[in-house]
């Protein structure tokens, strides 16, 4: 059984998000990347469905500039066995991304697609769903849980009111909560090793897919910032604010 | 041209979150279609058609759509989606499950999580986690859009119109099957609804000592949540957590017990409207954010307010 993995070069999510002077965007240059969250989740699970003898190939696809193959390079370093990166210097929506997704998953024919449920910078949460309608599989949205059976796994996926539990049909996609798993680091020796692994490059325009983009990103800003409010010195004149100045109890 | 919204409920009651699309709707278009697909769920339907602002309930029914897969819920939305200029779903685990599908098999792009509407194209959205807000315009023909329910007020449930449409459709998708749900039972309102809201963090140190928060939660009607270190220390369960990673809650009241407030945790409620911090940390970044800060104790403070609470209660009645 064949598995790959999707993941994305973010803005690394300790890093605090400044948003350009001129409205086109956030600040980027000189500030530390890393592999989507999620993402991490969904190399450790591939990882650990591997080694428990149920699958034997892991591939690694990322989509984006020339840097989009050192974060191939960290999934290599924790186990996966080889890398695609699929070269592009524009922004693709996930529509765009998810036809991707569908052509290379269409060459490789893996048994399960994992992702992460949301990448942290667009948060659009709607990768792992198009290509799970694209390919026609079914999907495994927001999985906490993944257990592989002979022809299909049983998923426990985290919605708003607790925990769902459905059977899936092999082939499928799952997109990764970041509960599924505790995502391992790589050892220097396996960076080492992961120097060696083979990644394959190609350019998004040579696939023949339509990735134009259909949305117009007309400004970004910061979020109000919310003035800092007032100390208040016991309980008693706590409640007596609430009740009578925010009149909020 | 009208819009289509996709209704959210449990086959008995509609989920507020419906409500808020549909108030979000009313926003850009009068002639409001919704969608209600369920199973036995006639007079949930005839509710959803009663409600505010909709023109029209088209309801399918049957046992497959008892419970919300995406699958099956995809080729409904699909089969009348050419009829209308915009389509939405709240942006709940529900919405956002469903809905991408819908646009990739319309070979359009999705909006997801509006918190706000400037024009039929032109919407507001957070990235980042909300520390930064995107001004964003479709060129595409239909808009496949989902609502962050918090952001729009909800329609009242009277004034509508009472048309229900009864819709044939065949469910044919048999590669995923529902097991079961575990829904986490509360007396309480759900935290992604709540009105108020009590938030503990590590400063609560122990599992029993959250049921301090309940105390308080009942008297306000509140809904208990948890930051992302608790919820790490096992003090409370996965879906209490508020934050980045957890629910973004935008409550009136939000009331931070024992939280210091890491940016994961402040993205998930720097929204609400009045925020209260109790910290015995004068230096903890939550008071930064607070409109109201007690630097206390939270042992001794929870109690006193418990007993404030009470006094209240009893000068109004």
Known sequence: MKLLVTVKRVIDYNVQIRVKPDGSGVE??????????????????????????????????????????????????????????????????????????????????????????????????????????????????????????????????????????????????????????EPRYASLPNIMKAKKKPIDIKDANSLGIDISSRIEQLKVEEPPVRQKGIMVNDVSELVQKLKHEAKVI | ????????????????????????????????????????????????????????????????????????????????????????????????????????????????????????????????????????????????????????????????????????????????EFIDREESHSERPELSTARVVISGGRGLQSAENFKLLNEIADKLNAAVGASRAAVDAGYVSNDYQVGQTGKVVVPDLYIAVGISGAIQHLAGMKESKVIVAINKDEEAPIFNVADYGLNADLFEALPQLSSELDKLNTIQQ
Not at chain 1, 45 to 60: M, P, T
Not at chain 1, 102 to 130: F, H, R, Y
Not at chain 1, 168 to 181: E, G, Q, Y
């Open chain 1, 28 to 181: 980027k240059d000189n500030v530390k990347m890393s592999m989507n969250p999620p993402d991490e989740n969904a190399v450790e699970e591939a990882l650990r469905i591997k080694e428990s003898g149920k699958a034997d190939e892991i591939i690694v696809l990322s989509i984006g500039g020339d840097k989009a193959q050192e974060t191939i390079r960290t999934a290599l370093a924790m186990g996966a066995d080889r890398g695609i990166h699929i070269k592009t210097d524009n922004e693709l929506e996930p529509l765009a991304i998810s036809k991707i997704i569908s052509k290379i998953a269409e060459e490789e024919k893996p048994s399960i697609i994992l992702m992460g449920k949301q990448a942290i910078d667009d948060d659009s949460n709607q990768t792992g769903q198009m290509t799970s309608a694209l390919l026609n599989w079914p999907q495994a949205t927001f999985a906490s849980k993944i257990e592989i059976e002979d022809k299909s796994a049983t998923v426990t996926r985290e919605i708003d009111e607790g925990l769902e539990r459905i059977k899936v049909n092999i082939p499928f996609v799952a997109s990764c909560d970041l509960r599924l798993n």
């Open chain 2, 1 to 176: 041209m009208s819009i289509l919204v996709l209704a959210e409920h449990n086959n008995i009651d509609i989920k507020s979150s419906t409500l808020n699309t549909i108030s979000a709707a009313s926003q850009i278009e009068q002639e409001i279609d919704v969608l209600v697909t369920g199973f036995q769920c006639e007079e949930l339907a005839k509710k959803i058609a009663k409600c505010e602002k909709v023109s029209k309930v088209i309801f399918v029914d049957n046992e497959k759509l008892k419970n919300p897969i995406a699958e099956n819920i995809e080729p409904i939305v699909l089969s009348v989606a050419e009829k209308y200029s915009h389509i939405m779903a709240p942006a709940t685990t529900f919405g956002k499950n469903i809905f991408p599908r819908i646009a990739v098999k319309l070979d359009l792009a999705q909006i997801s999580d509006v918190i706000k509407i400037i024009s039929n194209d032109t919407f507001m959205r957070p990235i980042y986690a909300g520390n930064a807000i995107a001004t964003v315009k479709s060129n595409d023909k239909t808009k496949i859009i989902t609502i962050r329910p918090t952001s729009f007020d909800p329609v009242e449930t009277s004034g509508g119109s009472d048309i229900v449409e009864s819709l044939e459709f065949e469910t044919q998708n048999n590669s995923v």
